[in-house]
């Protein structure tokens, strides 16, 4: 009897043990299993149009990634430290390499030699090549590209192999990117090889015309420890192409993105976020907390949208912190008042955006911090 109690009494001390161990374990590949890469999207200057939301759109809602926004003066602080992948988006080179100052390319640099990741579609191109920081060994053909809408991109065997993805052509969004080629002779401490080249025009010049066929569109190289693949084109904008803005993640981090967007209720208010002039993190945050409502549908608004009239297919309007005087030049006064006019609403969230809505009684001017969903359901 007492070998039996004692027998008895190890195997449950046994199971516990076990059990605990087994607790542990799991607790340390739970543990392992949600930890998140941390992607840095730039917002400041010269970061611009429905890009940016789409970027941060496909990073805030995957589970594998963290989003994290970054302004320029973050980088000049030594923020890349923080974050494992760097995404500049379109807009204007110019004005995102003059944002953080010359003087401070090296943080940039420093960060892929330690190993950190870049992401770059159109103007974070530009930002690659010899002509800006000198990260991988390719420059653009001048007075090259256009505002073409459809492009052909046509995938090497070897990208496909890089990227995950299947050899072939694809039709791409383009807007203004860098036509590019490779160099011989570089400057440049990285280096890199064509992923993709144009198979079509970029351009309507009648002038460009046959020209420049084949130049490379998309990039991609190692710099120091780190990571740098760049697009011409925007594979973020289109469902059809995001499978290729995923795969520039997963080329420089190692990492599947399966992103999950929101569900939506029947029937939800149509809501529109502009995008013209946005500045800084206050519209990327504003989008993200309007996306995840199961009660609004959202479209990012840009002059493209406008012009096509957009404003007839939404209920409410939000112009988020932005540049007034950019805002003025694209969405007269009268526009904003005549969608008022039909029943639709315009809501400013941004300090800054004051004075570009008309006085209407249709317009909502909202205070810091408030909860803009009450007023758009209101």
Request: hydrophobic share 40%.
């Given at each position: 009897?007492?070998?039996?109690?004692?027998?008895?009494?190890?195997?449950v001390?046994?199971?516990f043990?076990?059990?605990?161990c087994?607790?542990?374990?799991?607790?340390a590949?739970?543990?392992?299993?949600?930890?998140?890469?941390?992607?840095?999207?730039?917002?400041?200057?010269?970061?611009?149009?429905?890009g940016?939301?789409?970027?941060?759109?496909?990073?805030?809602?995957?589970?594998?990634?963290?989003?994290?926004?970054?302004l320029?003066?973050?980088?000049?602080?030594?923020?890349?430290?923080?974050?494992?992948?760097?995404?500049?988006?379109?807009?204007?080179?110019?004005?995102?390499?003059?944002?953080?100052?010359?003087?401070?390319?090296?943080?940039?640099?420093?960060?892929?030699?330690?190993?950190?990741?870049?992401?770059g579609?159109c103007?974070?191109?530009?930002?690659?090549?010899?002509?800006?920081?000198?990260l991988?060994?390719?420059?653009?053909?001048?007075?090259?590209g256009?505002?073409?809408?459809?492009?052909?991109v046509?995938?090497?065997?070897?990208?496909a192999?890089?990227?995950?993805?299947?050899?072939?052509?694809?039709v791409v969004?383009?807007?203004?990117?860098?036509?590019?080629?490779?160099?011989?002779?570089?400057?440049s401490?990285?280096?890199?090889?064509?992923?993709?080249?144009?198979?079509?025009?970029?351009?309507?010049?009648?002038e460009?015309?046959?020209?420049?066929?084949?130049?490379?569109?998309w990039?991609?190289?190692?710099?120091g420890?780190?990571?740098?693949?760049?697009?011409?084109?925007?594979?973020?904008y289109?469902?059809?192409?995001?499978?290729m803005?995923?795969?520039?993640?997963?080329?420089?981090?190692?990492?599947?993105?399966t992103?999950?967007?929101?569900?939506?209720?029947?029937?939800?208010?149509r809501?529109?976020?502009?995008?013209?002039?946005?500045k800084?993190r206050?519209?990327?945050?504003?989008?993200?907390?309007l996306?995840?409502?199961?009660?609004?549908?959202?479209?990012?608004?840009?002059?493209?949208?406008?012009?096509?009239?957009?404003?007839?297919?939404?209920?409410?309007?939000v112009?988020?912190?932005c540049?007034?005087?950019t805002?003025?030049?694209?969405?007269?006064a009268?526009r904003?008042?005549?969608?008022?006019?039909?029943?639709?609403?315009?809501?400013?969230?941004?300090?800054?955006?004051?004075?570009?809505?008309?006085?209407?009684?249709?317009?909502?001017?909202l205070?810091?911090?408030?909860?803009?969903?009450?007023?758009?359901v209101?």
């Open positions: 009897m007492r070998n039996f109690i004692f027998l008895l009494v190890a195997s001390v046994a199971v043990i076990g059990a605990g087994s607790s542990v374990n799991q607790t590949a739970a543990g392992a299993a949600e930890k998140k890469v941390k992607i840095g999207l730039f917002v400041d200057s010269g970061a611009s149009g429905n940016v939301l789409h970027l941060a759109s496909l990073i805030a809602h995957s589970p594998q990634t963290e989003l994290v926004l970054l320029a003066s973050d980088i000049r602080a030594g923020k890349l430290k923080e974050v494992d992948v760097l995404v500049m988006p379109g807009g204007g080179s110019r004005k995102q390499c003059n944002a953080i100052g010359k003087a401070h390319w090296d943080k940039v640099r420093e960060f892929l030699r330690n190993g950190g990741g870049y992401v579609t103007a974070g191109m530009f930002n690659v090549l010899e002509c800006r920081m000198k991988l060994p390719f420059d653009r053909h001048l007075n090259a256009g505002n073409t809408a459809c492009v052909s046509e995938i090497t065997p070897e990208a192999k890089i990227l995950d993805l299947k050899p072939g052509v694809r969004r383009y807007s203004g990117g860098p036509v590019a080629y490779k160099l011989e002779n570089s400057k401490e990285g280096k890199g090889i064509e992923l993709g080249t144009y198979k079509s025009s970029v351009s309507r010049s009648k460009q015309e046959g020209k420049f066929i084949g130049s490379t569109a990039i991609y190289g190692t710099y420890k780190g990571r740098v693949i760049a697009t011409s084109f925007h594979p973020e289109w469902e059809s192409t995001h499978d803005m995923l795969a520039c993640f997963y080329a420089v981090s190692g990492v599947k993105m992103p999950v967007f929101p569900k939506k209720n029947y029937r939800p208010v809501v529109g976020i502009l995008t013209i002039g946005m800084g206050e519209p990327v945050e504003t989008m993200l907390k996306e995840r409502d199961p009660d609004i549908d959202l479209d990012y608004v840009m002059s493209a949208e406008l012009n096509q009239g957009i404003l007839l297919h939404l209920d409410v309007l112009i988020p912190e540049n007034k005087d805002v003025r030049k694209y969405l007269a009268q904003l008042t005549d969608f008022m006019n039909r029943g639709g609403s315009v809501i400013t969230t941004g300090k800054d955006s004051a004075g570009i809505v008309p006085e209407h009684k249709n317009y909502i001017r205070p810091e911090n408030a909860c803009i969903k009450k007023y758009i209101k």
